[in-house]
């Protein structure tokens, strides 16, 4: 197994927030990748490099070893299975949580709910562990609509501040979970590339534990 470290990053929102916390550890790219169509990306650490790609294809890379470690936020880990990966850490950036959320003053009616999310396998969990019957519709956005036209009755979303939910007449209810961005690393590459992975997720623990003090 080559010692070379391919290192998924999830581009997007969270990407600047990691970049910092990479940096604290001694990992820098090469260029400006902000400014950069490019995909793949030389590093300040020798035998690193980093792939930018979706949050969601994240997993996929790193289970099947495309990959070495990565940087995916929870959601997309509850939604898609974390099965064959590692998760060492939780890097404590994009914090959010995973809620159901339903019109103010909503009670519901009987044992059996509409659903509009695009987390339909936490949904269709969260509501059987409840013995709740859950018609859960997929979305790929604007779930706050969805209870607006009737669509649903209950979303279950990300909330931050909570703005976009109040600003469309919804409450949240249950928090399903606290959401961050977690490392995950290949279970083979953590075995036959030990040494240089671990090296990395102690020089992350550092990083996050200064930033956090
Ligand atoms: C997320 C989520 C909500 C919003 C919540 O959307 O779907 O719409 O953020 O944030 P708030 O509580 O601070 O208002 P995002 O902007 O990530 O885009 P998305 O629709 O692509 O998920």
């Known amino acids: 197994m080559s010692t070379e470290i391919t290192f998924a990053l999830t581009k997007g929102r969270i990407l600047k927030e990691t970049l910092r916390l990479l940096a604290e550890a001694g990992i820098e790219p090469t260029e400006d990748i902000d400014n950069s169509r490019k995909l793949v990306f030389g590093c300040s650490a020798p035998g ?4 930018v790609i979706r949050g969601l294809d994240v997993p996929t890379y790193v289970r099947h070893g495309a990959a070495d470690i990565g940087v995916v936020g929870k959601d997309v880990l509850l939604e898609n299975g974390g099965e064959g990966l590692y998760e060492p850490l939780d890097l404590g950036i994009a914090r959010c949580r995973l ?3 339903a019109p103010v003053g909503w009670t519901p009616g009987s044992s059996r709910v509409r659903v509009a999310t695009k987390f339909t396998e936490i949904a269709r969990r969260f509501f ?7 018609d859960v519709i997929k979305l790929y956005g604007a779930m706050e609509l969805a209870p607006m036209m009737n669509l649903a009755d209950v979303i279950v ?4 501040t909570g703005n976009t939910m109040r600003a469309n007449g919804l409450e949240p209810i249950d ?23 671990q090296g990395i997720i102690d020089a992350l623990t550092v990083a996050v534990a200064r930033r956090d003090a």
């Open 99 to 101: 809620m159901t959320a």
């Open 128 to 134: 059987a562990e409840r013995g709740v019957h859950a």
């Open 157 to 160: 979303d990300i909330v931050d």
């Open 175 to 197: 928090v399903i979970a606290d959401i961050s961005s977690r490392l995950v690393v290949n279970k083979a590459a953590m075995r036959g590339k030990h040494a240089a992975i």
């Open 48 to 51: 690193v490099r980093l792939l």
